[in-house]
């Protein structure tokens, strides 16, 4: 089984406090993994622009011993976050 560590980001505070952006981006991520049978170890959430290079919980999911960002495909990386 493939494990997953999900990262996801809102650009604004609103974004980030209304929740919709982010409980969008987490059922997305969720119904890849269960469609796959891929299991999620971690989840790392930011509310930040996308302007602004320091992302601590970017930097973490990407530092996490369990991840690898070139496990999923760029499609499918591409296809989640448009969801």
Do not use: F
Not at 18 to 23: A, K, N, Q, V
Not at 36 to 65: C, F, Y
């Amino acid at each position: 089984m493939r494990r997953v560590v999900a990262y996801y980001r809102v650009s604004t505070d609103k974004q980030g406090r209304s929740g919709l952006g982010l409980e969008a981006q987490c059922e997305a991520v969720l119904s890849l993994c269960h469609s796959r049978g891929w299991e999620m170890i971690a989840e790392h959430t930011e509310v930040e622009s996308g302007k602004i290079a320091d992302r601590p919980e970017l930097t973490a999911a990407l530092q996490s011993n369990h991840c690898n960002p070139h496990s999923v495909p760029s499609e499918e990386r591409r296809s989640t976050k448009s969801q």
